[in-house]
């Protein structure tokens, strides 16, 4: 099978493989449908496996059953499935007070082959866990895809509660910061404001419900802020970005009493100096998101297949999978909101 394989920082080489092995108890997935997140883009461009390569990554997984176990019954071939990189196990502390995002025996997704390639391997813990769902007849696969980068999206506006009349800032303009963007205002925010150092990612932000859009190289944002809000500050502030610049700033973006999630992740080691009298003097709550638990999973799946949500605008380019890293640099340069990524690219099948 053709599988991109990782073979250092920018290195990915679309190649030849061996085809996994259909796991006892599992089934092998054809891979039709996958999403390049800003997570692959960094684990692709850094020496993220320290040397430790090749490597497939790839985990926003859609496709068809291809090969089955003969001790796996649930599933059969030709079913239409989306594999949740996670899988919860359902039984350890975490799981069991309702928060399996923190699973202390989850399933290990960086290190076992990923959905770049033609075929997957899903084990027969997959199976038994809660990671596998099926996609429904006339729903594209493309759709499907997304719903793993909206997880931890929906994730984390269901534990803040964006609700009706917030004013929100999110800060990167992403496609995760345009998933925040739509989510919001489908749950009722009244304004969105957004920032960013690029002027394309933020017109882009436009067509997800954005009402503001701030060039932080141009003006000073926290300052853009104020003025827009009439010095009160934002209800929620969302850092969906690596920088701990952004999360400096965002403590000064909220409102009193006001809401700050860390989102994304900064480069490992980097310190973010805050300012913890602003904290503590204007009743901030600090909040570090990640993950999705096992209910906000199944839920964000069936927002990302639903007509409101709208999965496809936020798809701007598919491309065959020996196009990787063309999709990488759109991706990188801000062209791109969401690329899909299309395995098996000879197949004339409905994605
Ligand atoms: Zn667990
Ligand atoms: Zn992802």
Redesign the pocket.
């Known amino acids: 099978m053709k599988a991109a394989l990782m073979y250092g920082p920018g290195d990915i080489r679309v190649e030849e493989v061996d085809r996994p092995a259909c796991p006892e108890g599992g089934f092998v997935l054809k891979v039709l449908s996958i999403?390049l997140?800003?997570?692959?883009i960094r684990n692709l461009t850094t020496d993220s496996r320290a040397g430790d390569y090749p490597h497939i990554y790839g985990?926003?997984i859609v496709g068809t059953v291809d090969e089955v176990s003969p001790s796996c019954s649930e599933y059969a071939v030709g079913e239409r499935l989306y594999v949740y990189p996670v899988d919860h196990c359902g039984k350890c502390e975490a799981c069991r007070t309702g928060h399996s995002e923190m699973c202390e025996d989850a399933g290990d997704y960086t290190n076992r082959q990923g959905g770049f390639a033609d075929y997957y391997a899903v084990t027969a813990t997959q199976v038994s866990r809660d990671s596998i769902f099926r996609v429904p007849d006339g729903i594209s696969l493309d759709r499907a895809s997304l719903a793993?980068?909206l997880s931890s999206v929906y994730a984390c506006q269901d534990n803040i509660d964006v609700t009706l009349g917030d004013v929100l800032v999110v800060i990167g303009a992403g496609p995760i910061g345009c998933f925040h963007a739509k989510l919001a205002k489908l749950r009722g925010a009244k304004r969105v404001i957004m920032v960013d150092i690029n002027d394309r990612r933020l017109e882009q932000s436009l067509r997800y419900g954005v009402d503001d859009i701030i060039n932080s190289t141009e003006e000073d944002p926290v300052e853009a802020v104020m003025r827009l809000t009439d010095g009160v500050g934002a209800d929620k502030v969302i850092s969906a970005n690596p920088s701990t610049q952004a999360q400096q700033q965002a403590i000064f973006m909220a409102k009193r009493t006001g809401i700050v999630v860390f989102f994304g992740g900064v480069a490992k080691g980097a310190l973010t100096e805050l300012d913890t009298n602003r904290i503590h003097y204007w009743g901030l709550w600090i909040y570090g998101h990640y993950g999705a638990s096992s209910i906000q999973v199944q839920k964000s799946f069936e927002l990302a297949i639903s007509d409101e949500f709208d999965a496809e605008s936020f798809v701007t380019h598919i491309l065959p999978l020996s196009k990787i890293n063309e999709g990488i640099e759109l991706t990188r340069t801000g062209e791109a909101i969401k690329v899909v990524l299309h395995p098996n690219e000879d197949e004339d099948v409905e994605r």
């Open positions: 999403g997140c800003g997570s692959d985990h926003e793993e980068p």
